[in-house]
């Protein structure tokens, strides 16, 4: 409640300062859109009520309701709902529905350069990529990026560093990776394939069984969170980490541009804070699930996840800067995204390496 009142209370005076020296005219059309209900829908990629990500989309739904005081309402739907999860994008887009909860790598597809904002192998983590979104130029290239499809974007949850994944044979060497058929999406399938592994793009709900009956030999998901919710350790005996594929996932709230420039400034500003803070609470839930989680694979199933020998994670990474270089070198906006990426990841690796890293590393010494 008292948060509510306070909320209440910072927008009643945004519109106070929005109105300070307005005409009369405007005045009126302000107080009048000030009580404009907007019945708005959210389609989503995720299934209904997924854990992690799917929640976070219902919680971002309830918050801007209950931070605008019910002047923007939102009806979540799950992939396949009411659009499948794939054309999300598209859907918004066209103003079939006003905004949509998903992440940019599915929508490579449309511009390249968008699976920068999403999950870059061997690029950032969920702490750097917020530090580069938020003031390090990242969302104005993103939301450059979406304009021509009549979007905007804004960071909407992250699922932290993921897993390399659940695998049928121990990984010893590169040898291993040759002739592997794993679930693996977007810019981390194209490295695999350059491992010499086959890269095979099944959706989520269909990775358990295609593991359990040996069409895959391996398959990545999330974490220890969403996996055991899927059973995936009864599928497959090896868990490997880390997840270079992965080092987070940014997920993304999609507007449609007329409908969200069409809300009142405190509205706009109320959503763009609700964003915020379910990216910063769907790394929070992530975070102390996947704990939890890891606990429980442990303690109840004997899972023991294996790191990937360093020699494989050091081919991979040689392969992904590759496939990186090559995408820039055909595509102008990725050319300016990854520029602005590499060096902001560049920048902070020194930083990180100093204090996060540093500091990680002696609270694991031995005592
Ligand atoms: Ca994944």
């Not at 992690?52 to 923007?72: C, F, Q, T, Y």
């Not at 103003?95 to 968008?114: E, F, L, N, P």
């Not at 590169?174 to 693996?184: H, S, T, V």
């Amino acid at each position: 409640m008292k948060r509510r009142n306070l909320i209440k209370g910072l927008g009643a005076g945004a519109l106070v300062a929005g109105l300070a020296g307005c005409g009369q005219e405007q005045v009126s059309t302000a107080s009048s859109k000030n009580q404009q209900t907007f019945r708005w829908k959210m389609v989503t990629t995720w299934p209904p009520n997924f854990p992690g990500a799917g929640v976070g989309a219902n919680r971002l739904a309830k918050r801007i309701e209950k931070a605008s005081n019910g002047r923007i309402q939102i009806k979540v739907y799950g992939g396949g709902e009411l659009v499948p999860a794939y054309e999300a994008f598209d859907a918004v887009s066209s103003d079939t529905v006003q905004m949509a909860h998903g992440a940019a790598y599915y929508w490579k597809g449309k511009a390249a350069a968008a699976q920068f904002f999403a999950a870059v192998p061997f690029g950032m983590n969920a702490q750097e990529m917020n530090a580069w979104l938020y003031y390090g130029g990242g969302w104005e290239l993103w939301r450059e990026l979406y304009a021509p499809f009549n979007l905007v974007p804004a960071p909407a949850g992250n699922t932290g560093t993921q897993m390399a994944g659940w695998f049928n044979k121990e990984i010893n060497s590169l040898e291993d990776l040759k002739g592997l058929k794993m679930r693996i999406p977007g810019l981390g399938a194209e490295v695999l394939k350059r491992a010499g592994g086959t890269p095979v793009n099944v959706p989520g709900a269909e990775v358990f069984t295609a593991l359990q009956t040996g069409n895959l030999d391996a398959a990545e998901w999330i974490g220890p969170y969403n996996d055991l919710a899927f059973g995936l350790y009864k599928a497959a005996k090896y868990y490997y980490y880390p997840g270079w594929h992965e080092p987070c996932a940014t997920l993304e709230a999609i507007f449609n541009k007329q409908r969200f420039e069409s809300l009142p400034d405190d509205l706009q500003e109320i959503v763009m804070l609700s964003c915020q803070a379910a990216n910063n609470d769907m790394l929070a839930d992530y975070t102390a699930q996947n704990q939890r989680a890891l606990r429980v694979l442990a303690l109840e199933h004997g899972v023991i996840p294996k790191p990937l020998p360093e020699a494989v994670l050091r081919r991979l990474k040689q392969l992904s800067y590759e496939v990186l270089e090559e995408l820039a070198a055909k595509d102008k906006m990725v050319a300016r995204v990854y520029a602005s990426y590499r060096e902001f990841q560049h920048n902070t690796s020194q930083w990180l390496a100093i204090s996060e890293k540093a500091y990680f590393d002696s609270r694991l010494l031995d005592n």
